[in-house]
C-alpha cells in the first residue's frame, strides 16, 4: 500500500513538472513571438544597419558607447554610389583656415574637446562612431526617417531678400552671402547649451552651404553643434554634420546616420559630446569650422587647427560638384510651435540670450570668411543678417572700422514680445 501512495506521489510531482516545462515553455514562446514581431525585426535590422562590427568598444563618461570601425566598414559604403569608392585620407587644397580671431582679442578659448576621448582612442585605419541603442530608435517617429532633419514646410506667401521663401517649422537666424561660385565658407562658433523646452524640438549653431535645385529645392552640406534630445537622448551639446539633397525631403541625415558622409578622423566622432561650454559672463569658448571643396568635387569638413574630419564624396551631391550659391552662419531652432500661434515654443537659440547682449551673453561667430574661385580666404563682400521671427531669435552684424566683424545671434523663444 505504500508502495501504491509513493507511486501516486511520484506521478503527482511528474504532472507538476510537467506542468511547469509547458507553463515556462508558453512564456518563452511568448518572448520569442513578441521579440519575432515586425516592429522587432525592424529595429533589430536596422541596428544592424546602423552599428557595423567594431574593432575596440570605449565606454566615455557621458554614457555614449563608441565602436571603433574600420574604416572601410563604415556607413558611407553602404551607398550604392560608392560602393567602389577609394577614401581620400587628406585634402587635396592648400589653403588654410584662419583658426580664430576671436581668441586673444576676447576672453575667449578655443580648448574645446570632446568626451569621449578622455576615455580611450581608437586604432589607426578606424574611425569612431557612436553607437545606436534600440531606445533611440524607439524615439523616433518612424525608422526609415531616423536620423533626418524633418521635411521644410513652406509658406508660399513669404520670401527672404535671397529669394527664398520662409518655412513655417523652423525659425533661423544668420549671415548669408548670396553668390554663384563660393567653394568653402568657415567661421569660429561660440559653444553654449541652450534650453530645448519641447522633446521633439532641437536647436543648432551651423554653417551652412547650398546649391539651388529648382523652387524650394536645395542641396546643403551643414556642420556646427546642436541640442536634440530626441536624437541623442539627452541635452548635452554634440558637434554635428547633415547633408539633403532635395531639401530634406528623402535624402541626407545627421553624422553617420545613413550613408553618404565619408569619415575619416580617427579622433573626433560625429555626435560627440562638446564641452567646456560657455557661461553669461564669464569664459566663452568657441570651435573653428571650415567647409572646402577640394579639387574632386569632395567637400571637407575641417575643425580647430586645420584637422580634417572627412568629406562628403561628388557621388552624393548634385549642383554642389561645382560650387555652392549660397553660404549662411547662425543658427535653427526647430519646432512645431514656431510661426503658430501662441504659446511659441521656449527652445532657446545659441547662448539663450538676445543678439544685442554681444560677447559673453551672445552666441557669436567670427572669423566669418569665404572662399571662392580667386581660391583667397575672405570676408563676403556682400552679406546680409535675417532673423525668421525677430521678436523670438534676432541677429546683430557688429561691424566696427578696423576690427574684423562679429556676428551675434540667438534668443529665449517665448518671452512677452514672442507669446
Avoid at 529595429?43 to 557595423?52: G, P, R, V
Avoid at 574593432?55 to 571603433?68: A, F, L, Q, R
Wanted: charged residues 20%; hydrophobic residues 35%.
Amino acid at each position: 500500500m505504500k508502495g501504491v501512495i509513493y507511486q501516486s506521489a511520484m506521478g503527482k510531482h511528474k504532472v507538476s513538472m510537467l506542468l511547469l516545462c509547458v507553463f515556462f515553455s508558453f512564456l518563452e514562446f511568448k518572448v520569442e513571438a513578441r521579440k519575432s514581431s515586425p516592429l522587432e525585426r525592424e529595429i533589430e535590422a536596422k541596428l544592424k544597419l546602423l552599428n557595423k562590427p567594431a574593432v575596440k568598444t570605449i565606454k566615455s563618461e557621458d554614457g555614449d558607447i563608441i565602436d571603433c570601425v574600420d574604416i572601410y566598414k563604415q556607413p558611407a559604403f553602404d551607398h550604392p554610389a560608392l560602393k567602389n569608392h577609394k577614401i581620400q585620407r587628406m585634402p587635396s587644397f592648400l589653403h588654410e583656415s584662419e583658426i580664430s580671431s576671436t581668441v586673444g582679442v576676447f576672453n575667449a578659448s578655443s580648448d574645446v574637446f570632446q568626451t569621449w576621448q578622455k576615455s580611450g582612442s581608437c586604432p589607426e585605419e578606424t574611425i569612431p562612431i557612436r553607437r545606436i541603442r534600440k531606445e533611440d530608435l524607439l524615439r523616433a517617429g518612424s525608422l526609415d526617417r531616423f536620423g533626418r532633419k524633418p521635411p521644410e514646410i513652406f509658406d508660399n506667401s513669404t520670401s527672404t531678400m535671397s529669394g527664398i521663401v520662409e518655412v513655417t517649422n523652423r525659425s533661423d537666424a544668420y549671415l548669408v552671402a548670396v553668390g554663384y561660385n563660393f567653394i568653402g565658407g568657415q567661421a569660429n562658433i561660440n559653444v553654449w547649451n541652450p534650453r530645448v523646452e519641447k522633446p521633439e524640438d532641437f536647436t543648432t549653431a551651423q554653417l551652412w552651404l547650398k546649391a539651388a535645385n529648382g523652387d524650394n529645392n536645395f542641396e546643403s552640406i551643414e556642420a556646427g553643434w546642436i541640442v536634440n534630445p530626441k536624437l541623442y537622448g539627452d541635452h548635452r551639446t554634440r558637434l554635428f554634420v547633415h547633408w539633403t539633397r532635395d531639401t530634406y525631403r528623402e535624402t541626407g541625415c545627421f553624422d553617420l546616420l545613413c550613408s553618404g558622409f565619408v569619415h575619416t578622423n580617427k579622433n573626433i566622432v560625429l555626435g560627440g559630446t562638446m564641452g567646456p561650454i560657455s557661461s553669461p559672463g564669464g569664459q566663452q569658448y568657441e570651435l573653428n569650422f571650415a567647409i572646402y571643396s577640394d579639387y574632386h568635387g569632395k567637400w571637407w569638413l575641417k575643425v580647430n587647427n586645420n584637422i580634417p574630419v572627412g568629406y562628403w564624396p561628388a557621388e552624393i551631391v548634385r549642383n554642389l560638384q561645382h560650387s555652392a550659391s549660397l553660404v549662411q552662419w547662425g543658427g535653427q531652432v526647430f519646432s512645431y510651435e514656431v510661426k503658430t500661434d501662441p504659446p511659441h515654443t521656449g527652445t532657446e537659440m545659441g547662448s539663450g540670450g538676445a543678439a544685442g547682449g554681444r560677447f559673453g551673453h551672445a552666441c557669436y561667430m567670427s572669423a566669418v570668411r569665404i572662399i571662392d574661385y580667386s581660391l583667397k580666404l575672405k570676408y563676403p563682400p556682400i552679406v546680409g543678417a535675417h532673423a525668421s521671427e525677430p521678436d523670438c531669435y534676432n541677429t546683430l552684424n557688429d561691424v566696427q572700422y578696423g576690427k574684423d566683424p562679429v556676428f551675434y545671434f540667438g534668443g529665449a523663444g517665448r518671452n512677452p514680445h514672442c507669446p
